[in-house]
């Protein structure tokens, strides 16, 4: 039987974004055919597995998808508004410095410029952030694909549970069970999470 690690620990090791346990206790013999085809059936179609690992990981990240064109369309917007907002603020400069405007009207422009500077740079900031992740996504994933193409070759059907166990610490986070007891695995989504099976 599984006993669930969450109910176990009494909450001394509980990750938050673990759903709670369906179920007290599991017969092993049923979930791990389900696991074990479900991997099998990954191995046969990674793409599927990528599909859902990049998913996941643009979720953690609040995004949504946005074409690489219109990004670098926006970062182009975003360095030209940059670029008018220091020439405004030195136009602004050379005025006050000719005692054209008052230092209160001044203050008052450049504290606007400053904000329309920040919202730009914020702005920049979230789209260049984005990219990491989807670089980072797209290392992880080449990864995880070069790993399930590799084990498409293995003989599973001979494997030890030894072995699985090998394999499965190289490419599996989690198992997690819905409440219907339907397993889910969750694959490992970085290269820092992945070992060499």
């Keep these: 039987m599984l006993v669930c690690g969450r109910t176990r620990a009494r909450g001394n090791s509980v990750a938050n974004d673990y759903p709670m346990c369906p179920t007290y206790r599991v017969a092993v013999g049923l979930i791990w ?19 859902e690992v990049e998913s996941a990981i643009l979720a953690e990240s609040a995004g949504r998808a ?22 405004a603020e030195n136009r602004l400069y050379e005025r006050w410095d000719a005692k054209q405007i008052t230092a209160a009207i001044y203050d008052g422009q450049l504290a606007r410029l400053e904000l329309d500077r920040r919202d730009a740079e914020q702005t920049k900031r979230q789209i260049l952030d984005r990219r990491r992740v989807l670089q980072r996504v797209a290392r992880g994933t080449t990864v995880l694909r070069e790993m399930l193409n ?16 090998t394999l499965f610490d190289a490419l599996v986070a989690d198992v997690v069970l819905d409440p219907d007891r339907r397993t889910k695995l969750r694959w490992r989504q970085s290269l820092t999470e992945m070992a060499a099976p």
């Design 66 to 87: 946005v074409d690489l064109k219109d990004e670098a369309t926006a970062l182009d917007a975003l360095a030209a508004r940059l670029l008018e907002i220091d020439a």
């Design 33 to 51: 055919e389900q696991v074990r085809a479900q991997f099998i059936s990954a191995v046969h179609d990674p793409d599927r597995v990528i599909r």
């Design 150 to 165: 590799a084990a498409e070759a293995l003989p599973l059907d001979e494997f030890t549970l030894a072995e699985w166990t």
